[in-house]
């Protein structure tokens, strides 16, 4: 998937099921390989040299605020 955010630029995300993995490639840090954890009971896409998040990139690098816990129900 290919995702353009003006002025930041463009984003490339890549799935792997084999590995469980998505490859994100972003003009602001470059290439990364995020491994679906699972941490406590909840799944996070977590990049594991450093332990940061793909929700944590998406929302310092495009400031979108994605909390993959939130209930959308209320």
Not at 20 to 47: A, F, H, M, N
């Amino acid at each position: 998937m290919t995702l353009v955010f003006p002025p930041n630029g463009t984003y490339v995300l890549n799935k792997q099921p084999p590995n469980r993995q998505i490859w994100l490639s972003s003009p602001i840090s470059g290439p990364k390989r995020y491994d679906y954890v699972e941490r406590d009971r909840r799944g996070e896409w977590v990049y594991l040299r450093d332990g940061s998040t793909l929700t944590d990139l998406l929302r310092e690098e495009l400031g979108l605020d994605l909390d993959p816990f939130q209930d959308v129900d209320n």
